[in-house]
């Protein structure tokens, strides 16, 4: 397994994202910082260094805005996954969906997903290493703890990643606005990819050369598309309820 780089650390804040981090025991935590000592107990704290400093000192840590509830948790990002361990974990699984992001790159909208694909049980979200972002507060608050349950998986080749995935009897299904067939109208594999793109430009040409077929979601004309993460929900949703 491809190891992080042990000398980049960032600060994750927010009651649900440190939480999660706390009780992610793959997770390496330096310290944490609290406005008041009655946040976190001691027990769940598990002797990591701990700071109580005022709101002011704990802004300055955060990104501007950050809503922070009054905590915030140093952490080291964690160990890059490999696509092949992760597909042979599930292999006793009766179905399984993995999600690809095809140059997704607002953390917001990652961290949202990460969400949608806990609360649906995908196995992991498979991104392109070169145009994804880095793990950040930002992502993680986002993601309101997903970010430590959910595999977020960083490849260097989306198409190669794509392929592997056939070689497992997984089913690769774009999501594209301009498909002829509409989502309700399938009927999912058990295992199945769901490809997103990008909300401007949608799935690179290559990527979806590599799906076995598209479908799109049943939307008013009103609107071109819809965000990323709301149309991630809403396959996962169809996924699971099929």
């Known amino acids: 397994m491809k190891k992080i780089k042990q000398n980049s650390t960032f600060w994750i804040f927010g009651l649900h994202p440190v939480s999660a981090a706390l009780n992610n025991p793959e997770r390496v935590k330096i310290e944490i910082r609290m406005i008041n000592d009655s946040i976190f107990d001691k027990t769940s704290l598990k002797n990591i260094p701990t700071k109580i400093v005022s709101k002011q000192e704990l802004e300055?840590?955060?990104?501007?805005?950050?809503?922070?509830?009054?905590?915030a948790l140093l952490v080291r990002p964690l160990e890059l996954l490999d696509l092949e361990e992760i597909m042979h974990s599930v292999t006793t699984k009766d179905k399984?969906?993995?999600?690809?992001?095809?140059?997704?790159?607002?953390?917001?909208?990652?961290?949202?997903?990460?969400?949608?694909?806990?609360?649906?049980?995908?196995?992991?979200?498979?991104?392109?290493?070169?145009?994804?972002?880095?793990?950040?507060?930002?992502l993680a608050k986002s993601a309101c703890g997903a970010l430590e349950c959910v595999p977020l998986i960083r490849v260097s080749n989306l198409a190669r990643a794509m392929q592997k995935l056939k070689n497992e009897n997984?089913?690769?299904?774009?999501?594209?606005?301009?498909?002829?067939?509409?989502?309700?109208?399938?009927?999912?594999?058990?295992?199945?990819?769901?490809?997103?793109?990008?909300?401007?430009?949608g799935m690179r040409r290559l990527t979806a050369e590599n799906c076995d077929y598209t479908?799109?979601?049943?939307?008013?004309?009103?609107?071109?598309?819809?965000?990323?993460?709301?149309?991630?929900?809403?396959?996962?949703?169809?996924?699971?309820?099929?």
Do not use: C
């Open 60 to 71: 300055s840590l955060l990104p501007p805005g950050a809503v922070h509830q009054g905590v």
């Open 96 to 138: 399984s969906v993995f999600l690809i992001l095809d140059q997704v790159t607002d953390p917001h909208n990652i961290g949202a997903i990460l969400r949608s694909a806990a609360a649906f049980n995908a196995d992991g979200i498979i991104l392109q290493d070169a145009n994804a972002p880095e793990e950040t507060g930002t």
């Open 170 to 201: 997984y089913w690769i299904i774009g999501l594209d606005g301009y498909a002829k067939q509409l989502i309700s109208e399938i009927k999912f594999p058990q295992k199945t990819v769901l490809v997103l793109g990008s909300e401007g430009n």
């Open 215 to 242: 479908i799109k979601l049943p939307i008013s004309d009103k609107m071109e598309s819809l965000n990323v993460s709301n149309a991630a929900a809403i396959a996962l949703y169809e996924f699971n309820r099929k």
